[in-house]
């Protein structure tokens, strides 16, 4: 089952910080953030797709793939895992954006892992193609 792996900041990273749900933002501010995030992660994904696809491969876009996403914060304080997915979304658009998924509301969302790197803070997704 083909599967591919890409990097991102965190979505509460300088730069991105009103991607996190519960910062109060105007839209004028987070609009910006959130188009950067977006071209982020499908750059993002085109080079995880060319290094462990291979440009020949020819299965996309997946129909029906599956994520999961884990959080490496630079501190031990406890986030809310449903805030980290919905902090994800503009990612997970970036992902359809690229070519590799047909459609991100097809996309299922495995449980949010969360861990501790105070030198290199970042989102790792995993995501795989789901055959039905």
């Known amino acids: 089952m083909p599967e591919i792996t890409l990097t991102l900041p965190l979505p509460c990273a300088p730069g991105y910080k009103y991607l996190w749900p519960n910062k109060r933002?105007?839209?004028q501010a987070k609009g910006p953030q959130t188009k950067a995030y977006r071209?982020?992660?499908c750059s993002a994904a085109w080079v995880a797709m060319a290094q462990q696809l291979g440009s020949g491969y020819k299965g996309l876009p997946w129909?029906?793939?599956a994520e999961q996403c884990t959080f490496y914060f630079p501190t031990g304080h406890q986030r809310d895992p449903d805030n980290c997915l919905a902090a994800m979304k503009p990612g997970f658009d970036g992902l359809q954006d690229s070519g590799l998924l047909a459609n991100d509301r097809d996309l299922t969302h495995m449980p949010v892992v969360r861990k501790v790197d105070k030198d290199k803070p970042r989102v790792e997704?995993?995501?795989?193609?789901?055959?039905?």
């Open 63 to 65: 129909k029906n793939a």
């Open 39 to 41: 071209k982020n992660a």
């Open 125 to 132: 997704v995993r995501v795989w193609e789901v055959t039905k």
């Open 25 to 27: 933002s105007c839209w």
